[in-house]
């Protein structure tokens, strides 16, 4: 009995010296990445067979919450790798001084050109407004045809989640100086404003509005996972917002070595094959099996709208103050 007492004594002191052991590697990502539908589950079990670490997904809200909370933190953050950033955010985040290069080459099937060394994208998509078919019979074909409507719809914070930023360009950049008044007009309709994304299109999708401000591949999801085809995102006539979302390595990061192993492991197969039905977005590397057949099934815009990162910061906090004196009249 002593014996078998120190032999599970000593297998339970091995088991804590190896986990004791194991690095982990820390990437900062937003909630609906992390969670057991998103890819988080998926991409963690592919790079942890390979990589002789524990991957650890820490949610921060929506996308544009992790920026603010890198800021908070500084130097100081825990992370290695941040993920879920997009263009409208990244000059702001480089000039934290916070990430450092790469160090991944691959070609990329993006519908822009992309030669950035401190962010690299790992999936994309066009911003939609998307609704019911059986609810919204007639959709609006613009943006301002949306706002001369009666229709209710749900958007998200601009200052805490990137399709609500993405809205603010996208008036910005179909409507130019215009854009308030058109913010003016689309105040009505705004029947309320979320932290982020899922919560809008929960409420979405519990019948208290009539469109969600989501993306062009959101009715691939009901139609692959659901097998329901009753929704659809409206096409709209000046265009739709391109966003490319990209991963970084903190300069600070604790493992260095692991986290350009995971920025190399974001664009290889087994990430990028995850992507399409379990972030629902376009992969920013076809997988070789191709796109899942639904995909095919969706609008396809006939204008990408996209401000460069430079430009996208600089006219960032003007919409934003813009978007506020609108909704607060």
Known sequence: MKALFLATCGLMAATT?????????????????????????????????????????????????????????????????????????????????????????????????????????????????????????APPTSIEALADSDLKVVIQDPRSSTPGLGLLMWVKAAYGERSGEIWEKLADNILTVTPGWSESYDLFLKGEADMVLSYTTSPAYHLIAEQDDSKAAAAFDEGHYLQVEVAGVLANAKQPDLARKFMAFVVSEPFQAAIPETNWMYPAKTPAAGLPEGFGTLIQPARSLLFPADEAQAVRDAAVEEWRAALAK
Do not use: Q
């Not at 969670?35 to 067979?49: I, L, M, Y």
């Open 17 to 137: 010296l190896t986990m004791a052991d194991t690095p982990v590697l820390t990437v900062l990502t937003y909630d609906s990445f992390a969670s057991d539908w998103g890819p988080g589950p998926v991409v963690e079990k592919a790079f942890e067979a390979d990589c002789g670490c524990d991957l650890r997904f820490v949610p921060a809200g929506d996308g544009a919450a992790l920026l603010s909370r890198l800021r908070l933190e500084g130097a100081r953050s825990e992370a290695d790798v941040v993920l879920g950033l997009d263009t409208n955010l990244t000059a702001a985040a480089k000039a934290t001084g916070l990430f450092a290069p790469h160090g991944v080459s691959a070609a990329l099937d993006l519908p822009i050109a992309w030669d950035d060394a401190t962010f690299l994208p790992f999936d994309w998509g066009w911003f939609a407004f998307v609704y019911d078919k059986a609810r919204v019979t």
